[in-house]
């Protein structure tokens, strides 16, 4: 999240730069100012194309369907389930604690937890386990 705010940051420090450098060249009437504006102004376009690539990325191919008699059976808590689903999702601790409002070391005592009652050692190991037992299916999304 910070590195977009300062991308978007950036962006606007350099769209200033470019409105005075337009103003210039009309003062001006100099040809060679107006060719560098416009070359920063495709540079800007490019920019803008390459952000909206990684910010349109929104909705997910496929989602994941958790199974309540499972999750009561195992003993996870309403919290784990965040977590777990949170996981599947390829999010980090630091995502996960931000997302869920918590601290990183209550995500890990959480992921540890998880770890244990799905008696996986990795991460990647607990989602698979978790497909195995029927804890965890999923589904392809028509909303693409």
């Not at 705010?5 to 337009?22: C, M």
């Not at 799905?118 to 497909?131: G, S, Y």
């Amino acid at each position: 999240m910070k590195s977009i705010v300062i991308k978007f940051g950036l962006l606007a420090i350099a769209t200033l730069i470019l409105i005075e450098l337009s103003k210039y060249s009309l003062l001006t009437r100099n040809i060679q100012t107006e060719i560098v504006v416009g070359l920063i102004a495709v540079a800007f376009a490019a920019f803008g194309i390459y952000i909206s690539r990684f910010i349109g990325r929104k909705s997910t191919p496929h989602s994941e369907v958790f199974s309540d008699e499972k999750i009561k059976s195992l003993g996870i808590s309403k919290r784990e389930v965040d977590v777990l689903k949170a996981i599947t999702e390829g999010k980090s601790n630091r995502e996960i604690a931000e997302m869920l409002f918590i601290s990183e070391n209550t995500v890990k005592t959480h992921v540890s937890n998880l770890l244990s009652k799905l008696h996986a050692k990795r991460r990647t190991e607990a989602i698979n386990k978790a497909r195995e037992i029927g804890l965890i299916s999923s589904y392809e999304s028509t909303n693409h």
